[in-house]
């Protein structure tokens, strides 16, 4: 079992940047496929950024050539950098670790561990 915590979230002005780690205990984040995952106010949980064991990334399409997701399996760390930041950008952010992953999953039933989330909130 993996014990999963996010952190680096805050308020930032549209066109800002933030960088949001999730720091994993109890096993090597190195066993498992991650993901970034977001939900604004009154919506789902969608999506965002996905890594896979040997590091290869994949990306929302609201996402790709803006934000920037990789892992340190030596820190047991992985990260999610975020460019040009706009409001829709506004959500609570989860960090997701999945266990039976060999592929890219974009849902929430692939993953079997999840942080408390992170809220980043973008002015306009």
């Known amino acids: 079992q993996v014990q999963l915590v996010e952190s680096g979230g805050g308020l930032v002005q549209a066109g800002g940047s933030l960088s949001l780690s999730c720091a994993a205990s109890?096993?090597?984040?190195?066993?498992?496929?991650m993901a970034w995952f977001r939900q604004a106010p009154g919506k789902d949980r969608d999506f965002v950024a996905f890594?896979?064991?040997?590091?290869?990334?994949y990306y929302a399409d609201f996402v790709k050539g803006r934000f920037t997701i990789s892992r340190d399996n030596v820190k047991n760390t992985v990260f999610l950098q975020m460019n040009s930041l706009r409001p829709e950008d506004t959500a609570v952010y989860y960090c997701?670790?999945?266990?039976?992953?060999?592929?890219?999953?974009?849902?929430?039933?692939?993953?079997?561990?999840w942080g408390q989330g992170t809220q980043v909130t973008v002015s306009s």
């Open positions: 997701a670790a999945g266990s039976r992953l060999f592929g890219v999953s974009t849902t929430e039933p692939g993953y079997d561990y």
């Open positions: 109890g096993r090597t984040v190195s066993s498992y496929a």
């Open positions: 890594v896979s064991r040997s590091g290869v990334p």
